[in-house]
């Protein structure tokens, strides 16, 4: 998928813009010259610098808005991003009652089945890099993840 600069450079320029807005809330330090609100303005003068470029950028090319890839035409391609999409929301929604553990095994090896890895493969791999995550985020980074099922366990 290819977007034009000029569409993406104005979807740019109005982040950056909001940005800008929201920083003019932010509380001021008494007895400063500046306060929390300067290292992200500094950020939304930066992408709306940048923004600007691309706009004009994207106005000289006039190419066309949207132009998508040949792979968004395979069925098969389609229903991969789907499914991606669909996992996600499927750990959203069950991984409180489940856990993290077994959610993200049961999704790593389904993934790893549609995208065609074997089962001898995916299994292992699967509960492999489901231990190393809750091991990173629950045990080095003090993360709470959801224990669900596994509570009595952990």
């Not at 993934?111 to 292992?124: D, E, G, I, K, Y």
Request: one cysteine or more; glycine letters at 8%; a positive charge.
């Amino acid at each position: 998928m290819r977007l034009n600069d000029a569409l993406l450079g104005a979807v740019l320029l109005g982040f950056a813009g909001w940005v800008w807005w929201l920083t003019t809330f932010f509380p001021a330090f008494p007895g400063q010259d500046y306060g929390p609100n300067l290292f992200p303005r500094i950020l939304a003068a930066g992408i709306g610098f940048c923004a600007f470029l691309l706009v004009l950028r994207g106005l000289r090319e006039r190419a066309p808005a949207l132009t998508l890839a040949p792979w968004t035409r395979d069925p098969a391609r389609l229903l991969s991003v789907v499914l991606m999409l669909g996992a996600v929301v499927f750990y959203i929604l069950a991984a409180d009652s489940l856990g993290f553990i077994p959610t993200a095994f049961l999704l790593l090896t389904a993934l790893f089945l549609w995208f065609r890895t074997r089962v001898l493969v995916a299994l292992p791999v699967a509960a492999g890099v489901t231990f190393l995550v809750h091991w990173f985020f629950a045990g080095l980074m003090r993360v709470p993840l959801p224990r669900g099922l596994m509570d009595p366990f952990l």
